[in-house]
């Protein structure tokens, strides 16, 4: 028998392996949920005042993907050719290209 | 009221402050190693990080993967300063900063945004600012707790911001490679890979309840960690005091426990020396032990916390009497030495020769003029040795050198 803390993990490893067991769907699905895509686009043109202030020309948006946004969240939209801020109001007035989570700034 | 926490992190410190030193450095690999043969790489500029090396490696290895690296002993006394130039200036934009270390801090910018505008518009201030006063670049991370704004400011590398928005901090940290998240570290990743956590998102696939019960408070902390969450707050701590720092450079260097304790007796004596000139009392004291191959110790400890409260010491009576528990003020070289041998005993946990002691006084207060009007036995024991370290200090400044009076445990 190894150290208590090796002891610790292998119960750890055996309690979760039940959901480990469960396959590799769950574990995909686990994964999704768990861990966000996250993606930098830089700011080019901005064309919606939607950011208030927090977004500037120049910035990298730092979005997370693969989800839709809630109600009030900062998304980036596009329609057409252009992509635009939106602050989300449960319309699709285009495709979601992420939700904003924060930016990158030059200083 | 949301927190808005600043993570300070000084671009490639230690190789951009020898650039500044010697501006024939400029675009050239810079390692920064011990001075022995088998010294070990305490830093390593972003080119030479691109030809391998890295941070504690052997030197000679580091000279076989970098051949066109200029490898340089620290300058402790140059990083210091540079280091607290650093912090002067975050000090303007909050009163409370928190060093982490000599090349990065964190400033509780909450509710400062009334003084100087938005997080962001002050960390591009602040950098403006660094890089006017000390020629160095840092790059920030803005978050709503110290954790996050910690991954922000190293996902911000070179010379960037990072700000979080608040209420996105685990998604913001769920892709982030356990080893390289703040909590976890490289010696701690691989029992957390074992479990098939490779990164920090992983971490939730478990229970917190797991967690906790398999590694304890630190299994609880991750976990919240993971969850975006942290509330440990930005301690402000006294900067060191230039005036009361000594150090003694071993010739050679030293390895034998007992010869290392009469070094640091005699820096006790130089450091109680100093505070006595100044009239000043110390109420914290700071040990670094550096080692032959480069590393460093750090730790702190209060005099007269082991000492029974300094009741014997050349102590502040009333600091004394009311903090028995917490430590004292003292200014006498036994206080400083039984709390420089504790965090001694502490600090020094390798088995590798050492190379430098340097011991700092924190907390400095001035000596209290005021007599006391009921002198009971324990202010007459500290009177009587005030005279005896006065004279003492008239002794060492009439006879310096090895003429000076020495206690025996000095010459060990």
């Known amino acids: 028998m190894g150290s208590p803390q090796a002891a610790q993990r292998a119960l750890l490893a055996s309690t979760c392996g039940v959901q480990w067991a469960a396959g590799p769907a769950y574990r995909a699905r686990a994964r999704t949920e768990n861990r966000m895509a996250l993606t930098y686009r830089k700011v080019d043109l901005l064309l919606s005042s939607d950011a208030g202030g927090e977004v500037r020309e120049g910035d990298c948006l730092l979005l997370e993907m693969g989800r839709s946004p809630a109600a009030g969240e900062l998304a980036l939209v596009r329609r057409g050719r252009a992509e635009a801020l939106r602050r989300w109001d449960g319309e699709c007035g285009g495709e979601v290209l992420g939700v904003v989570i924060g930016v990158k700034r030059k200083l | 009221m949301e927190r808005e926490i600043l993570h300070v992190n000084t671009d490639d410190f230690y190789a951009s402050v020898l650039r500044l030193r010697d501006p024939a450095l400029r675009k050239r690999a810079v390692v920064v190693v011990g001075a022995s043969p088998r010294g070990m790489v305490f830093s390593a500029s972003y080119e030479a990080r691109t030809d391998g090396v890295t941070r504690g490696m052997t030197a000679s290895a580091a000279r076989r993967l970098s051949s066109r690296a200029v490898f340089l002993p620290p300058d402790w006394g140059l990083f210091r300063r540079a280091s607290s130039a650093i912090f002067g200036v975050l000090r303007r934009y909050s009163p409370t900063v928190e060093s982490a270390s000599l090349d990065e801090g964190y400033v509780d910018y909450t509710g400062c945004g009334r003084l100087f505008g938005p997080a962001p518009d002050a960390g591009r201030r602040i950098k403006d600012e660094i890089a006017r006063e000390t020629g160095l670049a840092v790059s920030l991370g803005v978050a709503s707790n110290k954790l996050v704004s910690h991954v922000a ?50 971490v939730l696939l478990f229970t917190e309840e797991i967690f906790a019960f398999c590694f304890g408070s630190w299994g609880k902390r991750l976990y919240r960690g993971a969850l975006g969450e ?183």
Do not use: H, M, W
């Open chain 2, 153 to 202: 400011s190293r996902s911000a590398k070179c010379a960037n911001l990072v700000d979080v928005y608040a209420g996105y901090e685990r998604s913001f940290v769920a892709p982030v490679p356990v080893a390289r998240f703040p909590l976890v570290g490289e010696k701690r990743s691989p029992a957390l890979c074992e479990l098939g956590v490779a990164r920090v998102g992983d």
């Open chain 2, 230 to 412: 942290d509330t440990a707050p930005v301690r402000t701590r006294a900067g060191i005091d230039e005036r009361f720092t000594v150090e003694e450079i071993l010739e050679p260097d030293r390895v034998d426990y007992r010869s290392l304790e009469g070094v640091l007796y005699r820096l006790a004596e130089r450091l109680g020396g100093k505070l006595r000139a100044e009239r000043s009392l110390a109420g914290a004291v700071s040990l670094e032990v550096r080692y032959a191959d480069g590393l460093a110790a750090r730790g702190t400890g209060r005099p007269g916390a082991q000492v029974g409260g300094g009741a014997e010491a050349l102590a502040a009576p009333e600091a004394s009497a009311a903090s028995a528990a917490s430590g004292a003020s003292v200014s006498d070289d036994l206080s400083i030495y039984e709390a420089a041998r504790e965090v001694f005993a502490r600090a020094y946990a390798r088995r590798v020769r050492v190379r430098s002691l340097v011991l700092s006084a924190g907390r400095i207060v001035p000596a209290p003029l005021q007599l006391e009007l009921f002198a009971g036995d324990r202010a007459a024991a500290v009177e009587r040795r005030g005279k005896l370290y006065a004279a003492l200090d008239r002794l060492r400044a009439a006879y310096p050198g090895r003429a000076a009076p020495a206690f025996g445990r000095a010459l060990a």
